[in-house]
């Protein structure tokens, strides 16, 4: 109403085609890309990467008419029949949206595009678990690119010619301040 006009929620329903979807996938597209980055670090401790992006998704559920082209999860956040995964990569260094990837909701993180980008010597990625796998990691360590990601349960963490380390008592015995917040940050607290 806020142009004066009323509309049903069955109006708004009928409306939404694959016609409009795809005009819509097509602005935010566009949108996206407008988004205008700054030249100058947003903090001075990013300045030590070439790049810092943040890679997460975002879940948007759509009429179920739309189901064959993006498939939902069935039910629960950003479930139901059809549903949109947003891949998005945010560069903390710029503020600036770089990516921005279209997927059926069903899609799960691990198995994005994106997972296996590079991003060039020197980079940082910053993901939740749900991006977790190791491969992915050893492929990023070996074009010498770093990762921040919380640990999955379960996984061993080795330093170099030992065995397998607790991680928690490792930690205690650091004398870095921030060894709390990295134990709250990879679970462990």
């Given amino acids: 109403m806020e142009i004066g006009?009323?509309?049903?929620?069955q109006a708004i329903e009928q409306r939404f085609t694959p016609k409009l979807a795809?005009?819509?996938k097509e602005l935010y597209c566009k949108a996206t890309k407008m988004i205008i980055g700054s030249d100058k670090a947003l903090a001075p401790i990013l300045e030590r990467f070439s790049s810092v992006t943040?890679?997460?998704?975002?879940?948007i559920a759509l009429p179920e008419s739309m189901q064959e082209e993006y498939a939902g999860c069935g039910g629960g956040r950003g479930g139901g029949a059809?549903?949109?995964?947003?891949?998005?990569?945010w560069d903390l260094r710029s503020g600036a949206v770089t990516h921005v990837e279209i997927e059926p909701g069903r899609s799960p993180d691990g198995a994005s595009c994106r997972q296996d980008v590079r991003r060039g010597a020197g980079s940082l990625r910053i993901?939740?678990?749900g991006y977790f796998?190791?491969?992915v990691f050893a492929a990023m360590t070996q074009a010498d690119e770093y990762f921040l990601s919380r640990l999955q349960p379960g996984t061993g963490?080795?330093?170099?010619g030992s065995e397998a380390l607790d991680l928690r008592k490792w930690l205690d015995k650091q004398p870095?301040?921030?060894v709390r917040q990295v134990k709250q940050f990879v679970g462990l607290v």
């Fill in 5 to 9: 006009v009323e509309v049903t929620p």
């Fill in 157 to 160: 963490v080795l330093l170099p």
């Fill in 82 to 89: 059809a549903a949109m995964k947003l891949q998005t990569e």
């Fill in 127 to 129: 993901t939740d678990l």
């Fill in 133 to 135: 796998n190791l491969e």
């Fill in 176 to 178: 870095c301040r921030l």
């Fill in 54 to 59: 943040v890679l997460d998704s975002s879940t």
């Fill in 22 to 24: 795809t005009f819509l």
